[in-house]
């Protein structure tokens, strides 16, 4: 059974809802998480656009943000008696895609559990899909989680 699960996490509601199967598979199976937050070039634009005009080290706020959110999430499956590692990646070159599958053959995942916001038409083709791109490529089994739908006519 899987003891191996990778568990792209950016905080967002759809990927709490990953890392909560996961917790929840990780105790049956008695498997380990790591858990990945990627900072990729759209994530670093928009702190960019979002601190306009002000001098600072963006992608070290970035990295800040990003390892509260690992320690948060690593808490939540200790809690279950879960455990769990972080990584962050921050690669402005690459898509989440490509940073969840190098870590994916360097960690030897044999699950990737990923939240998904279940996008659809419009906004599908205008932001994207990472975890469609995440299964497209994945060589190991992809576990898609839906996030809790809030009337979303997208």
Not at 29 to 38: D, S
Not at 50 to 60: E, H, I, N, R, S
Not at 94 to 114: G, P
Request: with cysteine; proline share 2%.
């Amino acid at each position: 059974m899987y003891q191996r699960l990778l568990v792209p996490f950016d905080g967002s509601a759809a990927s709490s809802a990953g890392l909560a199967e996961a917790v929840r598979l990780a105790a049956l199976t008695h498997g380990r998480l790591r858990l990945m937050h990627c900072i990729d070039e759209l994530s670093f634009a928009f702190t960019v656009d979002a601190f306009a005009g002000v001098a600072g080290g963006f992608l070290d706020d970035l990295r800040k943000k990003a390892a509260a959110l690992l320690h948060g999430a690593k808490d939540r499956a200790a809690a279950a008696g879960v455990e769990a590692e972080g990584v962050v990646y921050d690669n402005l070159y690459d898509s989440v895609a490509e940073m969840v599958m190098r870590e994916t053959a360097s960690w030897q995942a044999d699950l990737i559990v990923i939240g998904t916001h279940g996008r659809r038409g419009v906004r599908r083709a205008m932001l994207g899909s990472s975890a469609e791109q995440i299964l497209r490529l994945s060589p190991v089994p992809v576990l898609l989680v839906r996030a809790e739908a809030k009337n979303d006519q997208g």
